[in-house]
Nanobody, 121 residues
Framework: QLQLVESGGGLVQAGASLRLSCAAS????????LAWFRQAPGKEREFVAA????????YYQDSVQGRFTISRDNAKMTAYLQMDRLRPEDTAVYYC??????????????WGQGTQVTVSS
């Protein structure tokens, strides 16, 4: 069982950066792949990025490739999403998720409550 808590969201201007954190508690954090999803108003939740348990493999959605970086620190039981050159279309609630297998789908077992990111133009 894992509990995930996101933080680091906020209101920024286009072109700015934010770093989201996902703090975990529970067991076997280091065995789980971690991912970030986001959901904009009126839209479905979408995959943003994922990282495997060893931090050797990452996946990104095409629209964030080169701007966002996912990472993790297993000793701190925390995952991060560094978001650079933010755009208004990045505005959404961002969710952290965990599962034993890394995937771009929504098949994650554990989810956080989300943190709001708002990018003004």
């Amino acid at each position: 069982q894992l509990q995930l808590v996101e933080s680091g969201g906020g209101l920024v201007q286009a072109g700015a950066s934010l770093r989201l954190s996902c703090a975990a508690s529970g067991r076997r954090f280091s065995s789980h792949a971690l991912a970030w999803f986001r959901q904009a108003p009126g839209k479905e939740r979408e995959f943003v990025a994922a990282i495997d348990w060893r931090a050797t493999t990452t996946y990104y959605q095409d629209s964030v490739q080169g701007r966002f970086t996912i990472s993790r620190d297993n000793a701190k039981m925390t995952a991060y999403l560094q978001m650079d050159r933010l755009r208004p279309e990045d505005t959404a609630v961002y969710y952290c998720a965990a599962a034993l297998g890394m995937t771009r789908s929504h098949d994650y077992d554990y989810w956080g409550q989300g943190t709001q990111v708002t990018v003004s133009s």
